[in-house]
């Protein structure tokens, strides 16, 4: 089981559907890991290929293996509209440490709505190891030991 912390480097997108008849669109992404929660900034006016090179925290302590990041259009008068969504397999990121800047498609209703550049790394927790001194007699069943880090 994975243990560890999770960063992942929201870059960009291109190609976004617009919404928005009247004005460019401003997206932002809501990147759900398990329970844990984070929210990109908003990109006021980027339209369809907004830029915001965030970086994102996310604390692994079991075995699910999805991320889901959601696009949404910020609106001022009315509700936010959904523009679709990635989902991501973590599972090689796990078992290789790392996935470069790498495209997903942002899809919505089954349908190709843009792509979104995203980075990830994941950061095992490393584990105090216990090392026990042969050289040292045991005290009543114990033996002493030294932590190495």
């Not at 912390?5 to 997206?27: G, H, M, N, Y």
């Not at 759900?32 to 994102?56: L, M």
């Not at 079991?62 to 936010?80: I, Y």
């Amino acid at each position: 089981m994975p243990r560890g912390t999770l960063e992942v480097i929201l870059i960009c997108a291109k190609d976004l559907r617009d919404s928005d008849f009247f004005s460019k669109i401003d997206p932002y992404v809501i990147l759900t890991y398990r329970t844990q929660e984070h929210r990109s900034s908003v990109a006021q006016g980027a339209g369809s290929n907004p830029s915001w090179n965030e970086s994102f925290l996310f604390t692994v302590s079991d075995a699910a293996s999805e991320l889901k990041l959601r696009l949404f259009d910020k609106d001022t008068l009315t509700k936010d509209d959904f523009l679709g969504e990635v989902k991501i397999d973590l599972e090689p990121v796990f078992d290789v440490g790392a996935i470069p800047e790498t495209v997903y498609n942002v899809v919505k209703d089954n349908e190709y709505r843009g792509e979104l550049k995203v980075a990830i790394t994941f950061n095992p927790e490393i584990g105090r190891e216990l090392v026990f001194d042969e050289g040292e007699s045991q005290i009543g069943g114990w033996r002493e030991s030294v932590i190495e880090y």
